[in-house]
């Protein structure tokens, strides 16, 4: 793959046998720093009135805003007299099981640099402004928080199982492309989605996905797309929810998971709740151009 390193997008001193490295705040340029400004600017007139308000409303307790790069430092001291979470810079996706690590100990690694002009509307890794605008306001959420922490911990005995392709998936499913029933309607907290001009829009609004009520063990056996819009969303009814279904021991969800045939990503299975059909015309249609 080709790395950030590669890029020449990475900055600040080598990493740590963590990962993580020197934010080198100082070392953004103003052009970067705008870069943020734009992405904020235009995402959150976007994601208001579609993004969860527990995202919404973390966005103003974080003071996240369109005044340059954060610096990771000062936004993980407000965070951390929240949740206990830190947010700790990395150059890259780091190996799972240093990820998992992190996530175990309340610690979010998210990217240093900022995407280039020319990805400016997609980029596949996760840059500072998906991590940051996408993750980092849920996990000022006390609930979201302890998911994510408990994810963490999962993450660590799912590999020790062999099992690590069935917790992947809920992660993508909920923390990357998760849709949350709210008493306003349907509205969008995974991070993938909420740091995506395009997919805010397409994963509430376009005829084309397929959109089904929670359910770990038929999430835990769907594939997913990486490289476009997802042919089917999950939709929890509360972060509550979220966490007491996974707030348990997964040995008994992998043996009964495991051997059953996977789902494709935009196939109905029996007995799933179906909250919209889809059309899959945009998938017809050949997806991203
Ligand atoms: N590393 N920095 C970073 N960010 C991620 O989101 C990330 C990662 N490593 C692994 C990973 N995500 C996925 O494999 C998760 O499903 C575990
Ligand atoms: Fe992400």
Known sequence: MDTAFAKNRYHGAPRADDYTIDQAWETYSPAEHDRWDRLFRRQKEIATGRASKVALDAMHKLELSPSGIPHMGRLSDKLEK???WRVVPVAELVPDEVFFDHLANRRFPAGAFIRPEEEFDYLQEPDIFHDI?????????PVFADFMEAYGKGGQRAMRLGQLHNLARLYWYTVEF????EEDGLRIYGAGI????????????????????FDLQRLMRTKYIIDDFQQTYFVIPSFEALLETCYKDFGDVYAEVKGQPDYEANELAPGDDVITRGTLKYFRDGGRK
Do not use: C, K, Y
């Not at 998760?178 to 029933?181: A, K, R, V």
């Not at 740091?195 to 089904?212: G, K, M, Q, W, Y």
């Open 82 to 84: 929240i949740t206990g």
């Open 133 to 141: 605008f996408g993750h980092v306001p849920m996990l000022a959420d």
């Open 178 to 181: 998760g849709l949350i029933q």
């Open 194 to 213: 909420l740091s995506s001009p395009h997919e805010t829009v397409f994963a509430l609004e376009d005829a084309s996905p397929n959109r089904i009520g």
